[in-house]
């Protein structure tokens, strides 16, 4: 197989799977199943039909409103479907059609509703990042047992971070994020360095807008979820992780 179909194949397949991810984002938080009932819309409640369901291009044909009552469907749900099909392709053009493209796969459809959950609700669920951390062993046991060893010091050395982070200043962030970052660990091996990094320095970045648009005081009590950081530092380090520690071992060491 070749890159561009294995690409064009991920994208199609994180479409396909990007729209379950937003039933997951939505029902997960809630403590409702994921598989009953079918999708119906939040408004009118009717079951949306399987023709009315298919990933951007409906969302696309009925102009973002619900076929029955014609109220407004958010924007997010084909973002969050486009998105997740890009981000999928994008890590076999970064991988290649091999197991590595698996594990960032796996890796993708994690941190998708992850990041959309803590921004909802400001918690991380442990029903994502324990799963989440055991495919991530599994995966590399199986294809690079070799590599096991890296993977697992990379997860105690990110979660061991922001753990004594949350130690110092617990207010900071909660214990969904420590875990995040070891779940990251797992899945990235030394790539999760860059990927700590690029987290670190979107949420400072962000939070010094913040403080110049509100000011000091008010600046500092408003609450922002770090989760969504880590996640974009977790797609730095799987599409980009490994070439940065080689060059800076290159340049440095």
Not at 42 to 59: I, M, T
Not at 81 to 94: D, K, S, Y
Not at 97 to 116: D, H, K, M, S, T
């Amino acid at each position: 197989m070749t890159i561009a179909m294995g690409s064009a194949l991920a994208g199609l397949f994180g479409a396909i799977v990007g729209s379950f991810l937003n039933v997951v984002a939505y029902r997960l938080p809630r403590g409702e199943s994921l598989a009953h009932p079918p999708s119906r819309c939040p408004s009118c409640g009717v079951r949306v039909k399987p023709y009315d369901n298919v990933p951007v291009l409906s969302w696309l044909l009925l102009r973002g409103r619900c076929r029955s009552c014609s109220e407004a469907i958010s924007p997010r749900y084909p973002a969050v479907e486009a998105g997740t099909a890009l981000l999928c392709a994008l890590v076999v053009l970064a991988e290649g059609p091999e197991w590595r493209a698996l594990l960032g796969i796996a890796f993708v459809l994690l941190l998708v509703p992850i990041a959309l959950i803590d921004l909802d609700t400001f918690t991380i669920p442990n029903k994502l990042t324990g799963p989440g951390a055991l495919i991530a062993v599994a995966l590399v046991a199986l294809f690079a047992p070799g590599e096991l060893p890296e993977h697992l010091i990379a997860a105690v050395a990110a979660g061991g971070f922001l753990f004594v982070a949350w130690l110092v200043y617990p207010a900071g962030m909660g214990m969904g994020d420590v875990k995040l970052a070891g779940m990251m660990g797992l899945f990235l091996g030394r790539g999760v360095g860059p990927a700590m990094f690029a987290g670190l320095l979107a949420g400072a970045l962000v939070g010094s807008v913040i403080i110049a648009r509100l000011g000091v005081a008010r600046g500092r009590k408003t609450k922002v979820p770090f989760g969504p950081y880590l996640c974009f530092g977790g797609l730095v380090g799987l599409l980009v992780g490994d070439p940065i520690v080689d060059w800076y071992l290159g340049t440095f060491a």
